[in-house]
Every structure is written in structure tokens, then in C-alpha cells.
């Protein structure tokens, strides 16, 4: 089911107010986010976002080379939309990082583009609004268990997977300060 999910043709266009379940997935599938400092990267991002209040995070997981995040896009960036931010403002600094710490690895990204030299993340993000709280149960559960499938293996136990929302939801146990409940939102 994963990669039928995430083969799908993407729709990555969000509304404002609209709670979504979204993918985004590192270029050419690279495994850029087995590193804790790449996957810090994105928790103070969402951080960020979340405290000037363009975005309520509801559930997330970080895996090597994607994230799932059940989010809410509540007003502009500036003049952009929050998940666009997001994406530039993460390229940035895996580009400072993979400068400062891997310039071999960094070159896996270059792309040959009239805009940009480096690409971080496909194009194509996947958005799913999410319209029940069944639904939103369903995605939580999908993300949660993402760790531990045959596949990844990263974790014998959902709660032993530190980058993830799973401890919010099982144990009440809130290590992240974006995470908002989403069974409060239906």
C-alpha cells in the first residue's frame, strides 16, 4: 500500500484551513534524513511554523528519505504557502550542512536547472485532505507504523522511533511543542 500511495499521481496544491495528510520525499529517493542533524532540520522548521501560527502539525513521522506530516495550513508565510517555506527553507540548510560536512554527497543533488543548482525534494508532494476523523485515525495509524514495517525496520516499537508523533497519540508523552491533537479538531 505505501507504494501504491506514494506512486500515485501528487496533488501537492493545499487550501488554507484545510487539514491535509502530505508526503513529501527527498530527490531521487536518497537517504538523506537517516541523519538526526538533517532530521533536526525539519523539526525546527515545523517548529518555527507552528509558532508564528501558519501551521498546526497534528501528526508526523520522519523517515530516511520521506516525511508524512498531518498538518493544517492556516494563513501565508509572507506571501507564500507554509508547505513552501518549508520546503525551501530545509533545502537551505541541507545545503549548508552537506557543504559544511559531506561536499561529495552534496553533488547526488545537483540538478542542471535555470532556477537552482541544487534539488532536495521531488516536485511532486502528495496532499490527501482529510475529511473524518476516521480518516485522520487511519493516517495516524499508517505514519506511526511507517518505522517499524519489514521495509524500514527502524524501530522494534512504534514508541521506540523518536522522530515521529506516535508517543503524542499512545502515551500523551508531548516531546514536541508543534504537536496539537488532532481528535480536538473534529
Same mark, same amino acid.
Given at each position: 500500500?505505501? =507504494?501504491?500511495? $506514494?506512486?500515485?499521481?501528487?496533488?501537492?496544491? /493545499?487550501?488554507?484551513?484545510? !487539514?491535509?495528510?502530505?508526503?513529501?520525499? /527527498? +530527490?531521487?529517493?536518497?537517504?538523506? $534524513?537517516?541523519?538526526? =542533524?538533517?532530521?533536526?532540520?525539519?523539526?525546527?522548521?515545523?517548529?518555527?511554523? %507552528?509558532?508564528?501560527?501558519?501551521?498546526?502539525?497534528?501528526?508526523?513521522?520522519?523517515?530516511?528519505?520521506? !516525511? +508524512? $506530516?498531518?498538518?493544517?495550513?492556516?494563513?501565508?508565510?509572507?506571501?507564500?504557502?507554509?508547505?513552501?517555506?518549508?520546503?525551501? +527553507?530545509?533545502? +537551505?540548510?541541507?545545503? #549548508?550542512?552537506?557543504?559544511?560536512?559531506?561536499?561529495?554527497?552534496?553533488? $547526488?543533488?545537483?540538478? =542542471?536547472?535555470?532556477?537552482?543548482?541544487?534539488?532536495?525534494?521531488?516536485?511532486?508532494?502528495?496532499?490527501?485532505?482529510?475529511?473524518?476523523?476516521?480518516?485522520?485515525?487511519?493516517?495516524?495509524?499508517?505514519?506511526?507504523?511507517?518505522? &517499524?514495517?519489514?521495509?524500514?525496520?527502524?524501530? &522494534?516499537?512504534?514508541?521506540?522511533?523518536?522522530? %515521529?508523533?506516535?508517543?503524542?497519540? #499512545?502515551?500523551?508523552?508531548?516531546?514536541?511543542?508543534?504537536?496539537?491533537?488532532?481528535? =480536538?479538531?473534529?
Amino acid at each position: 500500500m505505501q =507504494n501504491e500511495l $506514494l506512486k500515485q499521481n501528487r496533488k501537492s496544491h /493545499i487550501e488554507l484551513g484545510e !487539514i491535509v495528510f502530505w508526503t513529501a520525499t /527527498i +530527490h531521487k529517493w536518497i537517504k538523506l $534524513l537517516e541523519d538526526d =542533524n538533517y532530521k533536526d532540520v525539519i523539526l525546527d522548521s515545523l517548529n518555527y511554523l %507552528s509558532e508564528i501560527k501558519c501551521i498546526d502539525v497534528f501528526g508526523f513521522v520522519i523517515m530516511p528519505n520521506h !516525511i +508524512h $506530516l498531518i498538518w493544517r495550513i492556516n494563513r501565508l508565510n509572507g506571501t507564500e504557502l507554509p508547505h513552501k517555506s518549508f520546503l525551501k +527553507h530545509t533545502a +537551505h540548510k541541507f545545503k #549548508e550542512l552537506l557543504k559544511n560536512e559531506e561536499v561529495k554527497r552534496l553533488l $547526488l543533488f545537483n540538478v =542542471n536547472a535555470s532556477n537552482k543548482n541544487f534539488e532536495f525534494w521531488k516536485r511532486d508532494s502528495l496532499a490527501i485532505r482529510i475529511f473524518s476523523p476516521e480518516m485522520a485515525l487511519q493516517k495516524l495509524n499508517y505514519i506511526h507504523n511507517n518505522p &517499524v514495517t519489514e521495509h524500514w525496520q527502524l524501530a &522494534v516499537d512504534v514508541f521506540d522511533y523518536k522522530y %515521529s508523533s506516535a508517543l503524542f497519540y #499512545e502515551k500523551e508523552i508531548n516531546t514536541y511543542s508543534f504537536l496539537k491533537d488532532i481528535r =480536538n479538531e473534529f
